[in-house]
């Protein structure tokens, strides 16, 4: 798969465009948005890794006149701005999903594949682990083939934890991606949806690794 990096932090590209290769992509680089302007409409790409603070203007600016000429190939915007209306931004300018920096090249690798899924009709709308099922497009869950009863909240966190599943996926991915950066939640919030989430589906479902975070599991763990 080939990808298009632009990136105007020399040192953030270099690591970024070697995770990428080592995940077994092919990595084209852009400093600035014209010289990403002229790629995107020069070559073919799988996706592209923009990021919103580029010297010759904002990355949302180039990638709104990208969608407005027909453009279509996934877009993963990488930024430092954290507030809810920045990001907001980003998607009504036709970004497909964001990354708050710093990062984990592990994270951008694991989001690009799922857009690239996407983008070519793969991703199932119901998503499944073990016996646990959720229609990504009615929201609703079932367990062994029985409906479970969630809030509007409880389904963001659950269907969140089963896109990463097997991952760990810490307090902080989850206070970024789940919840309003604006109205982000104290641990202790999060603790509480998921004590509820493992009361309807099972106490051993949802996993904490101490210090790392949570896992959502698809068969139960062995008792010796």
Not at 49 to 76: F, H, K, N, Q, Y
Not at 163 to 188: I, Q
Request: glycine content about 8%.
């Amino acid at each position: 798969m080939k990808c298009l990096l632009v990136e105007d932090d020399q040192a953030l590209a270099r690591e970024l465009s070697q995770a990428l290769r080592d995940g077994d992509w092919l990595v084209e680089n852009a400093a600035n948005g014209q010289d990403a302007d002229f790629l995107v409409r020069t070559e073919a790409y799988d996706t592209l890794i923009l990021d919103v603070g580029l010297p010759d203007g904002d990355g949302t600016r180039w990638l709104s006149a990208w969608r407005e000429d027909g453009i279509d190939l996934p877009v993963l915007i990488l930024t430092a701005r954290e507030r809810w209306a920045d990001k907001a931004a980003g998607f009504t300018a036709g970004a497909d999903d964001y990354v708050t920096k710093p990062f984990e090249p592990a994270e951008v690798l694991f989001r690009l594949r799922a857009l690239v899924r996407r983008s070519h009709g793969h991703a199932h709308p119901v998503l499944k682990v073990g016996e646990l099922s959720l229609d990504t497009h009615t929201q609703h869950v079932t367990l062994a083939g029985r409906p479970v009863g969630l809030t509007a909240q409880e389904t963001r966190l659950l269907g969140y934890l089963m896109h990463a599943a097997p991952r760990v996926v810490s307090r902080t991915e989850l206070s970024e991606h789940v919840y309003d950066r604006d109205h982000e939640p104290d641990s202790n919030v999060i603790d509480v949806q998921v004590s509820r989430l493992r009361r309807k589906l099972g106490s051993w479902r949802i996993a904490t690794l101490r210090g790392q975070g949570y896992r959502l599991l698809a068969e139960e763990p062995a008792t010796e």
